[in-house]
């Protein structure tokens, strides 16, 4: 079974986007294969299923992921760590890294605090800020995991770029 969409633009008379997936029926079901391996769905369930690809693929939407900050290493770390974790408010945390990554005499804990302060500007909506944060910890120690995190932040740098110009933003 394959589903296929086609969009046409009243204006320009033409194709505007194609939607296709295939899809393999099973014993009265059919079997879709994706992320989650296999899974048997009826014929309305695959409709379902095409609109929500479709939905994700041109429409704003949120997906979860997972970051790693520097919760410990000096006393200082683990402190803003602590009250992150305890408050869950990261406009506080930013600060306090902020200032760390200024003040301390120390350029391991200063590298660490400009990490996490990529990371608390991305978790605050700025992922622009968050690579200004990010080429200043690199300055510091070039690291893989600066690298790693650089190519995300451009990833979501183009995201809020196209939300925001599809939004009129």
């Known amino acids: 079974l394959t589903v296929s969409w086609n969009f046409y633009s009243g204006y320009a008379l033409k194709t505007i986007d194609t939607y296709q997936n295939n899809y393999q029926r099973v014993f009265g079901g059919a079997e879709v294969g994706g992320p989650k391996g296999k899974e048997k769905y009826s014929f309305f369930d695959i409709a379902?299923?095409?609109?929500?690809?479709?939905?994700?693929?041109?429409?704003?939407?949120?997906?979860?992921?997972h970051?790693?900050?520097?919760?410990?290493?000096?006393?200082?770390?683990?402190?803003?760590?602590?009250?992150?974790?305890?408050?869950?408010?990261?406009?506080?945390?930013?600060?306090?890294?902020?200032?760390?990554?200024?003040?301390?005499?120390?350029?391991?804990?200063?590298y660490m605090a400009s990490y996490n302060m990529a990371l608390a500007s991305e978790m605050i909506g700025k992922p622009k800020i968050a690579k200004d944060w990010l080429l200043k910890a690199q300055k510091i120690s070039p690291t893989k995991e600066v690298e790693k995190y650089m190519v995300i932040i451009d990833r979501q740098i183009l995201i809020y770029d196209v939300v925001s110009s599809q939004l009129g933003l």
């Open 48 to 65: 379902r299923t095409a609109a929500e690809d479709y939905f994700t693929r041109i429409a704003p939407h949120w997906e979860n992921d």
């Open 67 to 110: 970051r790693l900050y520097y919760s410990s290493g000096t006393e200082a770390l683990s402190r803003i760590s602590y009250e992150l974790n305890y408050s869950g408010d990261w406009d506080v945390a930013a600060e306090s890294w902020k200032n760390l990554a200024y003040q301390s005499k120390f350029a391991k804990e200063r």
